[in-house]
């Protein structure tokens, strides 16, 4: 059983910054692969980054390459989003997933975070 708390979330200008945290309750976190989502009013839940228990394995969808960063902590048991330049477009409740393997598919995953909501005002 692993449970996820999101944090990091809030209300930013277009052009700013926001760190996303994931932290997970089970010690074997860092053998998972975690994916981070987000999903807007309206809009199916989309895919945005990932990172794979195995050495330099991270991926990101094309609107946020050379933005976003995601990374895993030194403890293992956390995983942050950073997010910079972001955009309104950006605008959305952001979740955490963690599984054994890396998806883009968000229905593969077992276990969330709550998530939180990241506002980009223009």
């Known amino acids: 059983q692993v449970e996820l708390v999101e944090s990091g979330g809030g209300l930013v200008q277009a052009g700013g910054s926001l760190r996303l945290s994931c932290a997970a309750s089970?010690?074997?976190?860092?053998?998972?692969?975690v994916g981070w989502f987000r999903q807007a009013p309206g809009k199916e839940r989309e895919f945005v980054a990932g990172?794979?228990?195995?050495?330099?394995?991270?991926y990101y969808v094309d609107s946020v390459k050379g933005r976003f960063t995601i990374s895993r902590g030194n403890a293992k048991n956390t995983v942050y989003l950073q997010m910079n330049s972001l955009k309104p477009e950006d605008t959305a409740v952001y979740y955490c997933?963690?599984?054994?393997?890396?998806?883009?598919?968000?229905?593969?995953?077992?276990?969330w975070g709550q998530g939180t909501q990241v506002t980009v005002s223009s």
């Open positions: 997933a963690a599984d054994r393997r890396l998806w883009v598919d968000a229905k593969q995953y077992p276990y």
């Open positions: 089970a010690h074997t976190f860092s053998s998972y692969a």
């Open positions: 990172i794979s228990w195995s050495e330099d394995s991270t």
